[in-house]
């Protein structure tokens, strides 16, 4: 008799050597388009972002880890940016710290420009919401490392696919909060939008996309969250930055080293957070 506690091989079905055809189908038919790409960006954005921030001396960071939170939320919260970079600094994890700036700040920002368009897209569109919310589902409940698997065969290792993995994954809450943004803007005030002349162009850049900035800016914090999470993960295709630190600490059994390059990605973090929620809240008080 059959055993029932699992499904009889000879009925089984499964679409991994599908999946598998198509990669190689990739590989072979478009390696050049690929490659391009790859050389494109490595050369006229990835590349440059990594050498400009390399190249920002330690002290000059410091200034500015205090300087921008304080413009943006007060001398406080420019003073606790000030004690986080210096602990980065203090720790030997600046270079480190800078790559990690670099990997998620290029990643975050080709995730808010697809992610921004596709969430005011799906908050005016049901339909468009009904298919972008599948899509976004998919790509959010995915494992973590499912997303390296495509990603290296496509593109090998290096930063270009941990930026490729760290835009999947982090494209997601551009999407949701955008929309979200868009579908709760008060309805009276589009109507009054269309009452003045306003063209469909004109309501989009000046009534709704205004409007619904502070869920859009509270987008962009979920998806530095996000982007920072991943980078941890992405050390696993090569990248130098502070979760490759946490990376070779862990597979050393160094908890003291593993420790400190998490507070560094903790406190990268954690400034993030601080200075978008003042964006936010300074931004509510002028809709005020």
């Not at 490659?35 to 200034?63: H, N, R, S």
């Not at 000030?82 to 790559?99: K, V």
């Not at 698997?149 to 835009?167: E, K, N, Q, Y």
Request: charged share 10%.
């Amino acid at each position: 008799m059959p055993a029932l506690n699992s499904f009889p091989e000879s009925w089984q079905l499964s679409t991994g050597s599908f999946w598998q055809g198509v990669i190689s189908w990739i590989n072979i038919n478009l390696y050049d388009q690929i490659e391009a790409v790859k050389v494109f960006a490595l050369t006229w954005v990835l590349v440059p972002v990594k050498q400009l921030l390399l190249g920002i001396p330690w002290p000059w960071g410091l200034a500015l880890a205090f300087a921008i939170p304080a413009k943006i939320g007060g001398w406080r919260l420019g003073a606790m940016g000030l004690a986080m970079a210096s602990f980065i600094a203090a720790s030997g994890l600046w270079p480190e710290a800078m790559i990690t700036l670099y990997l998620c700040g290029v990643s975050v920002v080709i995730a808010m420009l697809i992610g921004v368009p596709l969430g005011v897209w799906a908050g005016q569109n049901a339909r468009a919401n009904a298919v972008l919310t599948l899509v976004i589902d998919t790509l959010q409940t995915l494992p973590t490392f499912v997303y390296l698997i495509p990603v290296v065969m496509l593109f090998r290792v290096g930063d270009f696919s941990a930026m490729i993995a760290v835009v999947l994954y982090a494209v997601v809450p551009a999407v949701r909060y955008a929309a979200h943004g868009i579908r709760s803007i008060d309805s009276q005030l589009v109507e009054a939008g269309l009452v003045s002349g306003c063209t469909p162009q004109q309501l989009l850049w000046k009534v709704k996309l205004p409007l619904a900035m502070p869920s859009i800016l509270l987008g962009l914090n979920q998806t530095i969250m996000l982007a920072l999470s991943m980078l941890v993960i992405t050390a696993l295709v090569g990248t130098r930055d502070l979760g490759q630190e946490v990376y070779i600490a862990l597979t050393k059994a160094n908890v003291g080293k593993g420790v400190v390059a998490g507070l560094a990605v903790a406190f990268l973090a954690i400034m993030s957070d601080r200075i978008i929620t003042a964006a936010v809240n300074r931004k509510r008080g002028d809709h005020a």
